[in-house]
């Protein structure tokens, strides 16, 4: 059977070029309309704003699918947590962005400042309570991360982080960044690890998007109590690399892998 796991380099042809240009056109007509119906949403209740605006999630990957032929399926249902948990995700498309918001609901996301400044995209997105943060603050954007992502877990709120800190190529490694783990811990909150293979289909900055189905794996609940923040982001890491890898190789029947062991003076 085609496909583009592993080192397999996916073909671009009419459809594709079809496809992902109607997907984009989908995409910013969606993008404008919900920005819009934003602001008549605005004076309401979070819950309501969120239920309103999110609807441009479901509406995207439906389109996705519709336009590009490219599904999704989701390993480790039984690995969510019962409370709301920091999440840190494998980050190499625009893709997971996406899909999390169907899985963890409501969340919030850890990113930098600068999105919310985005035409139409970043005037929605304000409306969603985003843990908006300025990375040149070195200190003080971990202080803010903290106080914030507090708030957000007490009030329902999953919390989202990329803690490789942008969007990477498949295939390639990046160190974890310790905002995301050092919340976790700081509020004595379980970690859940997310991977997925978005990148071999829809490519980071990347125009197209090829036909396919993507899988994203949720991983076990890591326990923060007696965990030093260099051992939580290293099981994080462990599972999610040693994860990303096993959906590129392995068939249908996959499943999430147990959690690694760390070094325990880390």
Same mark, same amino acid.
């Given at each position: 059977?085609? =496909?583009?796991?592993? =080192?397999?380099?996916?073909?671009?042809?009419?459809?594709?070029? +079809?496809?992902?240009?109607?997907?984009?056109?989908?995409?910013? +007509?969606?993008?404008?309309?919900?920005?819009?119906?934003?602001?008549?949403?605005?004076?309401?209740?979070?819950?309501?704003?969120?239920?309103?605006?999110?609807?441009?999630?479901?509406?995207?990957?439906?389109?996705?699918? !519709?336009?590009?032929?490219?599904?999704?399926?989701?390993?480790?249902?039984?690995? !969510?947590?019962?409370?709301?948990?920091?999440?840190?995700?494998?980050?190499?498309?625009?893709?997971?962005?996406?899909?999390?918001?169907?899985?963890?609901?409501?969340?919030?996301?850890?990113?930098?400042?600068?999105?919310?400044?985005?035409?139409?995209?970043?005037?929605?997105?304000?409306?969603?309570?985003?843990?908006? +943060?300025?990375?040149?603050?070195?200190?003080?954007?971990?202080?803010?991360? !903290?106080?914030?992502? /507090?708030?957000?877990?007490?009030?329902?709120?999953?919390?989202?982080?990329?803690?490789?800190?942008? /969007?990477?190529?498949?295939?390639?490694?990046?160190?974890?960044?310790?905002?995301?783990?050092?919340?976790?811990?700081?509020?004595?909150?379980?970690?859940?690890?997310?991977?997925?293979?978005?990148?071999?289909?829809?490519?980071?900055?990347?125009?197209?998007?090829?036909?396919?189905? !993507?899988?994203?794996? +949720?991983?076990?609940?890591?326990?923060?109590?007696?965990?030093?923040?260099?051992?939580?982001?290293?099981?994080?890491?462990?599972?999610?690399?040693?994860?990303?890898?096993?959906?590129?190789?392995?068939?249908?029947?996959?499943?999430?892998?147990?959690?690694? /062991?760390?070094?325990?003076?880390?």
């Amino acid at each position: 059977m085609a =496909s583009h796991y592993g =080192s397999a380099k996916p073909s671009v042809n009419l459809r594709v070029l +079809i496809g992902s240009g109607a997907f984009l056109f989908g995409q910013v +007509i969606s993008t404008v309309t919900f920005a819009m119906l934003g602001f008549a949403v605005a004076p309401l209740s979070f819950e309501r704003r969120y239920a309103v605006i999110t609807n441009w999630t479901h509406f995207n990957l439906w389109w996705l699918r !519709i336009t590009c032929g490219l599904r999704h399926e989701i390993l480790g249902f039984e690995n !969510i947590p019962s409370m709301p948990s920091v999440i840190l995700c494998k980050h190499e498309s625009a893709w997971e962005t996406l899909a999390l918001q169907t899985v963890f609901c409501p969340q919030s996301w850890v990113l930098k400042r600068e999105l919310l400044n985005i035409p139409f995209f970043g005037w929605g997105l304000r409306l969603l309570r985003p843990i908006a +943060i300025d990375r040149s603050a070195g200190r003080k954007a971990l202080q803010s991360l !903290i106080k914030e992502g /507090r708030d957000r877990l007490r009030s329902g709120c999953w919390i989202v982080v990329f803690p490789e800190g942008t /969007r990477v190529p498949p295939g390639t490694k990046r160190s974890f960044q310790k905002g995301g783990a050092a919340l976790a811990k700081r509020t004595g909150t379980m970690v859940t690890p997310v991977a997925h293979n978005a990148g071999d289909f829809w490519p980071r900055h990347g125009f197209l998007k090829f036909p396919g189905v !993507i899988r994203l794996a +949720i991983g076990p609940g890591i326990e923060t109590q007696d965990r030093s923040i260099d051992q939580i982001n290293e099981m994080a890491k462990q599972w999610i690399d040693t994860c990303v890898a096993d959906l590129r190789t392995s068939d249908a029947a996959l499943r999430p892998r147990p959690l690694p /062991r760390v070094n325990q003076s880390l």
